[in-house]
């Protein structure tokens, strides 16, 4: 992709020159003021000459703001406007007030197209993703999560299946749709650790379809992903992402000990008689009662 500086980046470069200039319009080269219309378009700037050199860097940091300007422009008259400003000769045809009044009214038409292509970017992204996954469930080596990850077994594991209160170690490689890398934890050659629950809802659903030691290739949906939102500028709006997974390690939870419980002490078994009560008949000896030896001891 190719990057495009910021329009506003210009701006203070093009200030130095209003400041230095005071009111007055800056000179111009005596040999620049001569009428080059009848030059041919591919005519070069003599780049061994300071001038030229300057010149020509100066129109291309022009250029690089005009071109981030997503709106149309008439660019007969930009130039124009160009040669008014700073051929004294030339009348200027607006004042300072109505140009700035003008150049707010283009920051509104570029702030209106930029969420117009925005939301028809983020469209085309769920019609893609729609289309990509009907036809990718049609392949029988595909199985599908409980909230609708599909993914590809690359290779079997053996161990635990994590559950969403344990943490796991993983290797993962993650892209866009269009092969676009964002991520890539085998290239640093570190794996990462992390809870189950720590992550997006897809990587959830799909880690608890996995065994230590598997290796998946997966297709997230946006909506168990980033969303609408995206992450800029790496993840787009309404973007489904694609990983390739293996399962490491799992750790899992270790149950926690309450160590204010106290353990419930077994049902105390009847008082001996003393002796000398052994001696009586035994039709005479008390009978306990059932409801009494069968009650747990209380909690303390």
Same mark, same amino acid.
């Given at each position: 992709?190719?990057?495009?500086?910021?329009?506003?980046?210009?701006?203070?470069?093009?200030?130095?020159?209003?400041?230095?200039?005071?009111?007055?319009?800056?000179?111009?080269?005596?040999?620049a003021?001569?009428?080059?219309?009848? =030059?041919?378009? #591919?005519?070069?700037p003599?780049?061994n000459?300071?001038? +030229?050199?300057? #010149?020509?860097?100066?129109?291309?940091?022009?250029?690089?703001?005009?071109?981030?300007?997503?709106?149309?422009?008439?660019? +007969?008259?930009?130039?124009?406007?160009?040669? +008014?400003?700073?051929d004294?000769?030339?009348?200027? *045809?607006m004042?300072?007030?109505?140009?700035? #009044?003008?150049? *707010?009214?283009?920051?509104?038409?570029?702030?209106?197209?930029?969420?117009?292509?925005?939301?028809?970017?983020?469209?085309?992204?769920?019609?893609?993703?729609?289309?990509?996954?009907?036809?990718?469930?049609?392949? #029988?080596? /595909?199985?599908?999560?409980?909230?609708?990850?599909?993914?590809?077994?690359?290779?079997?594991?053996?161990?635990?299946v994590?559950?969403?209160?344990?943490?796991?170690?993983?290797?993962? /490689?993650?892209?866009?749709?269009?092969?676009?890398?964002?991520?890539?934890?085998?290239?640093?050659?570190?794996?990462?650790?992390?809870?189950?629950?720590?992550?997006?809802?897809?990587? *959830?659903?799909?880690?608890?379809?996995?065994?230590?030691?598997?290796?998946?290739?997966?297709? /997230?949906?946006?909506?168990?992903?980033?969303?609408?939102?995206?992450?800029?500028?790496?993840?787009?709006a309404?973007?489904?992402?694609?990983?390739?997974?293996?399962?490491?390690?799992?750790y899992?939870?270790?149950?926690?000990?309450?160590?204010?419980?106290?353990? =419930?002490?077994?049902?105390?078994?009847?008082?001996?008689?003393?002796?000398?009560?052994?001696? !009586?008949?035994a039709?005479?000896?008390?009978?306990? !009662?059932?409801?009494?030896?069968?009650?747990?001891?209380?909690?303390?």
């Amino acid at each position: 992709m190719k990057f495009k500086p910021n329009f506003y980046a210009v701006l203070p470069i093009l200030g130095i020159f209003v400041a230095c200039g005071g009111g007055q319009k800056p000179a111009v080269d005596p040999e620049a003021q001569a009428d080059t219309t009848a =030059v041919s378009k #591919s005519a070069l700037p003599d780049m061994n000459n300071p001038t +030229d050199r300057y #010149s020509y860097a100066l129109g291309m940091d022009l250029g690089k703001a005009i071109a981030n300007v997503n709106v149309p422009l008439n660019m +007969d008259v930009l130039m124009g406007a160009i040669k +008014d400003q700073v051929d004294a000769d030339r009348p200027v *045809q607006m004042t300072d007030s109505t140009a700035e #009044s003008a150049l *707010q009214d283009l920051l509104l038409q570029m702030q209106k197209k930029k969420e117009s292509d925005e939301k028809a970017q983020a469209q085309k992204a769920l019609d893609e993703q729609k289309e990509f996954l009907a036809k990718n469930a049609k392949d #029988s080596t /595909i199985k599908l999560t409980p909230k609708g990850v599909q993914y590809k077994i690359l290779k079997e594991g053996t161990g635990l299946v994590p559950k969403v209160s344990d943490k796991v170690q993983v290797h993962y /490689i993650g892209a866009l749709l269009d092969g676009t890398e964002f991520d890539n934890s085998v290239k640093r050659g570190e794996p990462l650790e992390f809870p189950v629950s720590a992550v997006i809802e897809g990587w *959830q659903d799909l880690l608890q379809m996995m065994k230590e030691g598997m290796k998946v290739k997966a297709w /997230i949906p946006s909506g168990l992903a980033y969303g609408e939102a995206g992450v800029p500028p790496m993840i787009p709006a309404n973007a489904m992402l694609v990983f390739e997974v293996e399962l490491l390690k799992v750790y899992a939870e270790v149950p926690a000990v309450d160590s204010t419980a106290v353990p =419930v002490a077994p049902a105390a078994a009847p008082a001996a008689e003393p002796a000398k009560a052994e001696a !009586k008949p035994a039709e005479k000896k008390p009978e306990a !009662k059932p409801a009494e030896a069968a009650k747990p001891a209380p909690k303390k």
